[in-house]
Nanobody
Framework: QVQFVESGGGLVQPGGSLRLSCTASRNIFSIHTVAWYRQAPEKARELVAS???????NYDASVKGRFTISRDAAKKTMYLQINSLKPEDTAVYHCNLRFNPTNWGQGTQVTVSS
């Protein structure tokens, strides 16, 4: 089974930017649709964005225009560029398979606060 390690989170002010990274234990980006998810305190995990093996992105309406998903299959790494951050973007961000996700990593904390 594939393992994921997320990084790049932090504390940023509203309007700021971050670039999250997700490294997989093996190259699955050319085979599977992979996604970024987030979970805010006391809320259910939600799908934020996904990218197909062919590189086609999809976004939740709440982040469209502010978030950009990309991946480098050779580096076994996926990215999430997040701009114009809002306090409601505060959450732990995870990456995983879009379909039948498993083996959730620890995620990376994004906190948006002034």
């Amino acid at each position: 089974q594939v393992q994921f390690v997320e990084s790049g989170g932090g504390l940023v002010q509203p309007g700021g930017s971050l670039r999250l990274s997700c490294t997989a234990s093996r190259n699955i980006f050319s085979i599977h649709t992979v996604a970024w998810y987030r979970q805010a305190p006391e809320k259910a995990r939600e799908l934020v964005a996904s990218i197909t093996p062919g590189g086609s992105p999809n976004y939740d309406a709440s982040v469209k225009g502010r978030f950009t998903i990309s991946r480098d299959a050779a580096k076994k790494t996926m990215y999430l560029q997040i701009n114009s951050l809002k306090p409601e973007d505060t959450a732990v961000y995870h990456c995983n398979l879009r379909f039948n996700p498993t083996n959730w990593g620890q995620g990376t904390q994004v906190t948006v606060s002034s």
